[in-house]
Every structure is written in structure tokens, then in C-alpha cells.
């Protein structure tokens, strides 16, 4: 009997544990609460689960190597993850099956190579739904890797991202790499104010970009809104563009194989989109630079005034 309360009092001061209704992360399908994200992501391991995120600001982060994990804010937009990155790297570092993000606020993320992310992939497959990534160094980035999957981000804001100075590695707001053959899919989001580097950098071979927004009135030294860098196919459709005034590159809206003709670009589709220069804006642009020399079909876009349809370059 003096062995049990010795070991129940030892579970009550431990801080990665908790009755679930005092503790900031709760794993849903076990009911356990823990004092640390880390702790949660531990306790699923190599299964699955959905750790609940109470509301509040949250200095803390997590590194996920195994398993099926959704993180999820108790009520969205309420939970906020601020200013600590694990491995030097993200707030949310995902190296596992699968990984869902859900109605989480990331921000003020830095780390010593400038692309700190609110999250950042390193295998398996990732879904962001109603998330807000702001004022970091990139938004949601993912890792060169052979076991990539495919990458879904919808309904998210992404504000005050990305960088491009110190001779360092631009940040953008979402970039991929060479992931493992995946996709990127990103549906009716928005992108604004940004810092430098790309709004959309993607090296992954399809592509779908819909029903989003790109304002980049109040964007400082920014790039490309979308930079397909080694080619892709798939569509950008019903998407609105406005090209502010504050450039690194005024060149293009949206560049295909800037940086080499990897993936085919005759299965790539640019219709249906709305493409504007801000007010005040004097400098004329090309909606779509093509370095591959064969997107497939550019059509019913409605562009303002000094935007070219289409350059090859």
C-alpha cells in the first residue's frame, strides 16, 4: 500500500504527466495529459493518436519520428506554438508515417541557418487545415528525402514570411524539396506580406495550387509568387495575384524550371487565375516565365495591364 501512494504521488509531481483536464496536451484516445508536447508525441510512438492542444501560448516544441500523429487545437486558432524550434530546425519537426495539423498558430520561429519553420517534414505524408504560420523564417518546409509522401495544406494563412540576405539559404513561406516523388497540394489559402525568397517553392513533381490568394502589397523584397524551380505538372487555377512594389525580382508571377527540367511541365495547366499589379506599380511583369518550354495550356486568366501572358525563357 506504501509502495502505490509513494508511486501515485511521484505520477502527480511528474511533469510530463497529468490528469488531462489541468495539462496542456492531451492524447484523445488514451485520455492521458502531459505537461510537454514531446512527452505526448512519445507516448503514441509508433502507433496513432491526435494530441488535443489547449489554448495559450506555448514556448515548447516537438520532434515526431515514428508513427501517425494529428495535432490539433482545442479550439482553432486559439493554440499557439512561439519562438522555440526543435533540432534546431522547427517547431514542429515530423519524421513519421503520416502527420495532421489542425487549427494551430505558429510564429517567431528563428533558428542559427535562418529557416526556422512552424513545421518541417522530413518523411511521410502531411496535412495542415486551418493553421496560421506568421512572422518566421519559412512557414512549413520540408527536407530533401527518398521516403517523401504527399503534402496537403488547405484553408492557412501564411504573413510575414521567408527571407533572402546574409548569404544564406533563402526562406520562403512553403518550400519543398526533393521529397520522395510527393506532391503538393495547397487549396484555399492565402499568402501575404512577405519578407524574401518565394511566397510557393516547390520541387515536387505535381503540383496543384487552387483557389488561393497571393497579396504582396505590403511584401518586402519578395521573389516569385510560385516557383515550380525544376518543373511540375498539375494546375494553378482560380488563384488571385497582386504584385506589390517592393521586389527582389519583379520578373514573373509564377517561374516553371528556373533551376533545371527534372520533372516533365506538359501535364502543367494555368487557367481561370486573376493577376493584377498594385496600385502605384509602374513595373511591367510576365505571368508565367517557362524555362522547360512546355507547359501545357495557359488560358482564360484574366490579366491588368503591363502583364505579359507568357515568356519562354
Known amino acids: 500500500m506504501k509502495r502505490a501512494l509513494t508511486l501515485l504521488l511521484l505520477a502527480a509531481a511528474s511533469p510530463l504527466f497529468a490528469q488531462a483536464g489541468s495539462a496542456p496536451f492531451t492524447v484523445r484516445e488514451s485520455g492521458q495529459g502531459f505537461a510537454t508536447l514531446q512527452a505526448a508525441v512519445d507516448a503514441i510512438g509508433a502507433g496513432k493518436g491526435t494530441i488535443v492542444i489547449a ?61 526556422g519553420a512552424g513545421i518541417r517534414l522530413e518523411q511521410g505524408a502531411l496535412t495542415v487545415r486551418e493553421s496560421l504560420f506568421r512572422d518566421s523564417e519559412s512557414g512549413v518546409m520540408s527536407a530533401n528525402a527518398e521516403q517523401g509522401g504527399p503534402i496537403l495544406i488547405e484553408r492557412s494563412t501564411f504573413t510575414g514570411l521567408g527571407r533572402c540576405d546574409r ?4 526562406a520562403h513561406s512553403i518550400y519543398i524539396g526533393e521529397y520522395g516523388g510527393g506532391s503538393l497540394t495547397v487549396r484555399r489559402s492565402r499568402f501575404e506580406r512577405g519578407r524574401g525568397g518565394h511566397y510557393v517553392k516547390t520541387r515536387a513533381p505535381r503540383v496543384e495550387v487552387t483557389d488561393s490568394s497571393f497579396d504582396d502589397t505590403a511584401g518586402r523584397t519578395t521573389n516569385y509568387m510560385i516557383d515550380l ?31 533545371g527540367r527534372n520533372n516533365p511541365s506538359d501535364g502543367l495547366a494555368v487557367s481561370a487565375n486573376d493577376a493584377s499589379l498594385a496600385p502605384g506599380m509602374d513595373k511591367g511583369t510576365t505571368f508565367v516565365a517557362d524555362w522547360s518550354g512546355d507547359v501545357a495550356r495557359i488560358d482564360s486568366n484574366r490579366l491588368g495591364t503591363r502583364i505579359t501572358k507568357y515568356e519562354k525563357r
Do not use: M
Open 167 to 170: 548569404g544564406l539559404s533563402c
Open 229 to 259: 524551380s525544376t518543373g511540375a505538372s498539375g494546375t494553378i487555377a482560380r488563384n488571385v495575384f497582386v504584385q506589390g512594389r517592393d521586389k527582389e525580382n519583379y520578373s514573373a508571377l509564377i517561374a516553371v524550371a528556373g533551376e
Open 55 to 115: 489554448p495559450g501560448r506555448h514556448r515548447q516544441c516537438a520532434a515526431q519520428h515514428a508513427g501517425d500523429v494529428t495535432f490539433t487545437a482545442a479550439q482553432p486558432g486559439t493554440a499557439i506554438f512561439d519562438g522555440v524550434a526543435c533540432e534546431d530546425k522547427a517547431a514542429l519537426v515530423l519524421g513519421g508515417r503520416s502527420a495532421t495539423v489542425e487549427g494551430l498558430i505558429f510564429q517567431g520561429i528563428r533558428v542559427s541557418d535562418a529557416n
